[in-house]
């Protein structure tokens, strides 16, 4: 069992920069693939990045591509998203979420999931 913790939302102006965190507990965090999504009000859950147990291997939605940097801390067991040049689209309730396998990152198939941070930008 892996229990994720997300923190970081708010409200911020488009432009501007947010930093999410998701903080693990439980399992060997390492042992995991690592992903976040979003889902905004009406709208399906959105994958939005993903990283590899060892934090060498990321991958980003078109639509964050270039504005959207996700790391990873094994030793800390957290993994961050940096959000920069938001936009009012990025707008949405964002989610930390564990799996198993790398395939099929971009799928909401994961293991565990946290319960959230919303993230509101203001045009």
């Known amino acids: 069992q892996v229990q994720l913790v997300e923190s970081g939302g708010g409200l911020v102006q488009a432009g501007g920069s947010l930093r999410l965190s998701c903080a693990a507990s439980?399992?060997?965090?390492?042992?995991?693939?690592m992903g976040w999504f979003r889902q905004a009000p009406g709208k399906e859950r959105e994958f939005v990045a993903g990283i590899s147990w060892s934090g060498d291997s990321t991958y980003y939605a078109d639509s964050v591509k270039g504005r959207f940097t996700l790391s990873r801390d094994n030793a800390k067991s957290t993994v961050t998203l940096q959000m920069n040049s938001l936009k009012p689209e990025d707008t949405a309730r964002y989610y930390c979420a564990a799996r198993n396998g790398i395939a099929g990152i971009t799928t909401p198939n994961y293991n565990y999931w946290g319960q959230g941070t919303q993230v509101t930008v203001s045009s």
């Open positions: 439980g399992r060997t965090f390492s042992r995991y693939v």
